[in-house]
């Protein structure tokens, strides 16, 4: 995991960094070797659920839980160890399966809102004006992006897209103002699209909604979540009901036999190589 603490990115995290946004913008550009497909392709994400019991930090300790399935053709990467400036403590060894496996790789990182003592150190180091307590919020959001850029840095993970996860997270809770909650989110899209990064949002319409209220992201790409349904269920997410933030649909997800699984939206199997990376 990269240097320094749960609320430290290292000493190393600007260098990791770098070597990740480099990455970023040359696999911004197509993927010519994956082939185009008709239907839905079924994947996996997974995080620090899988990792083994007893690692990760106390409130967010590894299950345990299994792999995807065999016939998944993608899995989504789980940077973060529940909320920010937290590495998933096996993310080394989820990329290695994913290379043994040939499977397509893309990522996502919970973000959360920060203690005092994060909003204190990373508040003012960040593009915005840290004179009120939105920027402050804002620049904190862009260093959660930046640490996770550099964990991506530090096991050498490369993705054209980031699916930013918005959502309660227990036990590291939103606050009650909607405002100040989005404001660290437009810090986060920025962090990573300053480095080169597309970036979706993964939710449901209420979660988002619970929040971060009305925030636009400009209609980014979405990542729909079904809960406990069916591979039926995920499917029906992709249709214009469930959107999220007025974004393009391009995977649904449900729970089942103990895995997040997925399935893309119609149409988007034409063009995989603009959602995931191929190691090989």
Request: glycine letters at 12%.
């Amino acid at each position: 995991m990269p240097a320094g603490d749960a609320g430290d990115p290292g000493a190393d995290a600007s260098d990791l960094a770098k070597l990740a946004e480099e990455a970023a913008r040359e696999s911004g550009r197509p993927t010519s070797d994956i082939a185009r497909r008709d239907g839905e392709v079924l994947g996996a994400d997974v995080s620090w659920p899988q990792c083994p019991p007893g690692t990760g930090i106390p409130e967010k300790q590894g299950l345990g839980m299994p792999m995807p399935l065999p016939e998944a053709e993608y899995v989504v990467l789980g940077l973060t160890n529940g909320p920010g400036f937290t590495p998933n403590p096996c993310l080394s060894d989820q990329v290695q399966w994913a290379k043994d496996n040939d499977v397509l790789v893309a990522v996502y990182a919970v973000s959360s809102y920060p203690s005092k003592a994060l909003l204190e150190e990373y508040g003012a180091d960040g593009p915005y004006d840290a004179s009120d307590r939105l920027g402050r919020l804002r620049n904190v959001g862009y260093q959660q992006a930046r640490f996770n850029i550099g964990t991506m840095g530090q096991v050498g993970l490369v993705s054209p897209i980031v699916w930013i996860d918005i959502e309660p997270v227990p036990l590291f809770e939103w606050s009650s103002d909607l405002r100040a909650n989005a404001a660290v989110i437009e810090g986060v899209a920025r962090g990573y699209t300053d480095a080169g990064f597309r970036i979706g949002v993964y939710s449901t319409p209420s979660l988002y909604r619970r929040v971060v209220g009305d925030l636009s992201l400009g209609g980014v790409p979405e990542w729909r979540a079904a809960g406990q349904t069916s591979r039926a269920e995920a499917l029906r997410r992709c249709g214009p009901d469930w959107s999220i933030q007025g974004g393009m649909a391009v995977m649904g997800q449900w729970v089942e036999q103990q895995r997040d699984q997925n399935l893309t939206c119609p149409g988007i199997a034409a063009d995989l190589g603009r959602w995931f990376h191929r190691f090989s």
